[in-house]
């Protein structure tokens, strides 16, 4: 690889100069993981360059092809998977600079992978009085491309289910890494090749997606006291198909009174919380489904406000905002990414704490799964060892939960453990050099890898912190 | 009951003078039961008059009130259950002037009684780009109080579930019956008094309802081969979150080509059939699923159209409407409601199915209930005799269906066959002198009354025709 050489050649862009922005735009959100931390700090892309069209992005892949530069392309970085670490170094290509908001429709807008989601809202509410069907709970600084290439679903799933179900992409506009990079648009099954594939087999130059109505969402905190009380309200709210949600999230105790500082005053340690995003015409009809509840109670309702110190949007308590809060307060904690997908969630959650509650307290987001809503579990963990964690993960599994490890580095560890033919099938024509993202895609270096142990790409490349 | 004395104190109100009026509007389409036609041919109101505002509706109930005449009240009078028959006489109100759209806020919609659907929906488009979540196949003629007052869902219900789901009424301006009328706002609990109560027990002034999005639903019709895998597409079609649908409908075969005239030239007489609303934007996600569905094929599509004689609305195919086309080519056709619940509906269809096609034909319909898709029935029945009718309603019983029978004219027989408390009890506070749509509530007339047998009404008066 000579970086020299494409520094030569991407002069006229928008390199970044400093060091430290190098190092800085070389990390994502990887280190919510003491795993992908320990395998990942030092991580370090060899130049970093923000190009400003399509144009300028197959400029970038032409002269990193020509020489064997590998390329990592992210949006805000706020993945947790390392989604966007440039294991191999090379260039990393940021996409900031992209974000045009093209065109908004009846239930559709187009836009450019560098917009953040609040600004993509904001410009869609103000065209057409829509928003964007769901977002992860970094709205405010990720960006759209980010999501569909690295996310999975967010708030709003609880409404409209995964990204990757059918429907809720529309079309994506794809650049290849080859000597002539070529220009595809991607529909229906083509999706799934590049959508959550870390950009490793083409880099997303437009969006396309489908649009909801935007409301004023009313954002509430209820309390419960006991745990499978909570996640039965939350499971049964959803279930209301006349009461439009869009957020409902469940953290089992003490995580509000011990991680989030802003409502502590306001709970017990053996208070168990809700977050909810209901829309305002909806309100009447959920206050009936709590009336039924004796036993709940609402604590906060950004309608009303009282509050001294207000605690902010509430979906950035949901999702991996849990997490964020809860390392903030205790170091050693991560999480786990779980679903629990049988008939009555509830009791599967109910076995699972017997077994591990309080080293793993439950923090559950209902998700729309195959037309029922499920539960997505972003569980906290209280890390001791790697091995104990492995028998943590095991521990679900053998009670029928699945586990997307987000101690992994790679798509298939992160996600179901096994190949996905169409991404790996893509990769072999759109990246015939393996440039894109090296490192993510196990199916490409190690085809026959057995997946009894946690991959290690063997290029890895770390550069001690100066 | 003094009809004269009631006739001279509304005398500057609009009454209807004809008398072969009187006759049209004391009638709805309780005809499309065999059963109900034997027993309601001949009921008959002594007047009708159709007040232009709340003043009015409070002087026709304290004039009714005072000289002891029964008030049936109605929209368009499009119920299939003699919702809107007056069994014993008396006064019929029809709600006609009323029909002003108030209001039109974001996700809502403050609405008089009388306002026909598609006037409704064509208000709030133009106001706001927004329609209502659900309405019943006679949308173009049917009123939203006669929606809200005596019926259950329809199209939408595939999104939204039922009418009576928390969420999908907001409030309620309810006026009762007695010496000095008394106007009542009703809201969360409340509102089930009087939503589907036939305007037994208050008479319902005002409305307030969601509102969803309106778009330009793309109207399909698709044929497959079998029926279980044409029940099993709608199914899957409608777990599928990330795509739109307002309506899924599935008709048995030999339905398109016998009793669809405008479809037959497009079908053959073992086509399966399914219609269907899709959001535009859902569109490609639609086409996607259909292509995995090797053997299903759309045979219309409103945005291509291409049929010398297009077939109209597919809603209206849908629904109720079903059997209505049926009948005008078949006269011995009637239907029943039925209610699939089990955890794979499609297997339950087909066992009632082998038991009773073809005499009774399937028409399903997709709707969501307790957050899920599943089926409702409004199955073809060739009606045989009383005898068989009740045994094919035993036979579905005993498969796990559940039956709303539309052979019956009182809200127990055509609901759950239990007494409503919430709704006996408003009677008892709202309507003392039981004036109100007298007959449809068996609790009124007979606490004790055993279901062994058809209830009938005591005082049912019938009237020759001329």
Redesign the interface.
Known sequence: MNIDAVRDALSHLDLEKSKAAIRAKSRDFFWYSPVLKDRLDGVEADLVVSPRSEAEVIEVLKACYAHDVPVTTRGAGTGNYGQAMPLAGGCVMHLQHMNAVREV????VIVEPGCLLKDLDAECKAQS??EI?MFSSTWATATIGGFIAGGSGGVGSV????LR????I??LRVVTMEAEPRILEF???ELARVSHAYGTNGIITEIEI????A??WVELFVTLDDFPSASRFALDL???????SKLVSVYEAPTAHSYFPRIQPHVTPGSQLIGLMI????M??????L?RRGDAKVIWNSQVGGWDRQPGTVFEYGWNHTTLRALRVDPSITYLQVRYGE?DPVEQVERIRARLSPEVLQHLEVL??????IFAGLSLVKFTTEDRLNEIVEIHESEGAMIFNPHRYTLEEGGRQRVDDRQLAFKREADPKGLLNPGKMISWDQPAWSYDRMYAFDRLRRVAAE
Do not use: V
């Open positions: 429709h009846p239930g559709r009085g829509q069907r409404h409209w289910g995964n179900d059918l429907g809720n529309i079309r529909r229906g099954e489908p649009l909801a109505p409301y004023d959803a279930r209301e198909s006349g009461i439009l829309a305002p015409h909806s009447d009809g959920f206050e009936t489904f009336a008939a729309r799964d195959a037309g029922r809503p």
